[in-house]
């Protein structure tokens, strides 16, 4: 007779006693109340700042408790939900597995689903915090004036039906508004996403949308809330069917929302709060009032790189970050891409830039990540102006050398033409997709005439760079090669 598979239990708060010894578990008696609301409940956010916070209470903090909202799909909260709010860390380095199941994390809500929810959840008097992870593409702003972008239709249709919001900025306003009216103090806004000034664009996009839909709100809002900068890292590749099938077998239960990562995490918080504050830096948090150098650094030296190994990467034939690392070719560019932006960083007091880039290649190496060149490559044309362009604008200021660095802007270029070195069709995964790809079905079919269309994509390139000799001649250079020769071949022809 054949014996039936037992299918392992979920992860729930009702079976957390039962796991393994050797398994983290939350140190602390879970609240029922948050004290925080978070925006964007993905995987970055469960590996970087729930950690933090769950660390936090396990150190006696209490009332740090997390209440989720998606503001998108039901997804997450089908993940998590059924787990009470619980999940595990996958912490992966080389051979090494190590497994915390994190429990600042209450619950979350769908805010499509219900609108009415979430703005309640912001007006808790028990919140005093209110964090956001929700790309840059969240923010609603006008790339050029940093002002809240009115003609969004989405900024829009939320101006129509303010009480029924569907973006950060709506429902932030309107979670605040209610926290007026019922006489409570106002919760302190952190993004906690990769922008530079973070905290200033975040507060431009409120104020941007207070001022809409009532001036004396958003005159409230101005003397009261706090904006503070912040800058995160930590690498969290996405979570694969197979993630969750070995996570079954190592640990002996079922976790839909379990994320892995890297053992390296870092989190720099501008102090500056105007309710109730976490002392984070009990658990490691570096609490400062120059989060912008340290931003920099991290943006054009990690997230600058990451980028250009995931086009040129993934142009290569590479699948995952450790691949192309592990190339010398690619190795060797990387360290040139550094070598250019390094001297234009003005990096914070401390900063250590040989042990940060020996650090940053260590952890590019980790093969137990799997982290995807493509998922890197998502919603580039975001990422792309504060991650290389901001370097380029720094390196032509100061007049220093500028080669690698367009090569990593024109292997972006590159991707758009959204077809493979070997003639295969793939999807750019990007909000600007469709206006890249006008921008070269308008085009000549030489390098140049390629460079000219994309670099006239002003909410990208601006107006500056198009005027620049200098940079026009380097990006019509690298694009040239990528087209003639591929991306590994264009690499190795530079190398010195």
């Not at 925006?39 to 933090?52: E, N, T």
């Not at 219900?114 to 702003?141: C, F, N, R």
């Not at 790189?305 to 040129?312: G, P």
Request: one cysteine or more.
């Amino acid at each position: 007779m054949v014996m039936a598979l037992m299918t392992p239990p979920r992860l729930s708060a009702d079976n957390l006693d039962t796991l393994n010894a050797a398994i983290g578990r939350p140190a602390y008696q879970r609240s029922k109340e948050a004290g925080i609301v978070h925006l964007g409940v993905g995987a970055f956010h469960r590996a970087h700042q729930a950690v933090y916070f769950d660390r936090l209470m396990a150190e006696g903090e209490a009332g740090w408790q997390i209440r989720g909202a998606s503001l998108r799909s039901a997804r997450v909260a089908e993940q998590l939900n059924p787990q009470s709010g619980l999940y595990t860390v996958v912490e992966r380095d080389g051979p090494s597995t190590r497994l915390q199941v994190i429990g600042s994390l209450l619950d979350v809500l769908v805010a499509p689903d219900d609108p009415q929810a979430l703005i309640d959840a912001l007006a808790a008097p028990s919140v005093a915090l209110v964090t956001l992870t929700i790309t840059e593409k969240g923010y609603h702003l006008d790339p050029d004036t940093g002002e809240l972008r009115l003609d969004d239709p989405a900024i829009a249709a939320d101006l129509e039906h303010p009480a029924r919001p569907a973006t950060a900025p709506g429902f932030l306003v309107a979670g605040l508004a209610a926290r007026r009216a019922a006489g409570l103090p106002p919760f302190t806004i952190l993004s906690c996403d990769n922008l530079p000034d973070n905290g200033p664009r975040t507060r431009a996009a409120v104020l941007g949308f207070a001022r809409q839909t009532d001036p004396d709100l958003a005159d409230w809002i101005a003397a009261g809330v706090s904006f503070p900068a912040s800058m995160v890292d930590r690498i969290v590749p996405a979570t694969t069917p197979e993630d969750i099938e070995a996570l079954e077998e190592m640990g002996g239960y079922r976790d839909a929302a379990m994320v892995k990562t890297e053992p390296f995490t870092q989190w720099v918080v501008e102090d500056q709060f105007c309710h109730r504050r976490p002392p984070l830096e009990r658990v490691g948090v570096q609490m400062t009032n120059d989060v912008a150098a340290w931003e920099r650094a991290k943006l054009r030296l990690l997230n600058g790189s990451h980028s250009a190994l995931a086009y040129l990467g993934a142009l290569g034939g590479y699948t995952y970050v450790h691949e192309a690392i592990a190339d010398p070719v690619y190795a060797h560019f990387v360290e040139q891409l550094w070598d250019e932006v390094e001297p234009v960083i003005d990096a914070p007091e401390g900063f250590d830039a040989k042990a940060y880039r020996s650090a940053l290649l260590a952890r590019y190496a980790n093969s137990a990540l799997n982290h995807s060149l493509v998922q890197i490559a998502m919603d580039g044309s975001q990422k792309l102006p504060q991650r290389l362009l901001a370097s380029l604008r720094a390196q032509r200021e100061a007049n220093r050398p500028i080669a690698a660095t367009c090569l990593a802007i024109a292997a972006w270029m590159r991707w758009q033409f959204a077809v493979d070195e070997n003639g295969e069709a793939f999807e750019v995964d990007d909000p600007m997709a469709l206006v890249t790809a006008e921008a070269l079905a308008s085009a000549g079919p030489a390098a140049a005439d390629k460079v000219d269309a994309l670099l006239s994509i002003e909410g990208i390139f601006g107006r500056d760079l198009k005027a620049d000799p200098v940079v026009v001649a380097a990006l019509v250079e690298a694009l040239s090669g990528l087209m003639s020769q591929g991306a590994r071949a264009s690499l190795q022809a530079r190398s010195v």
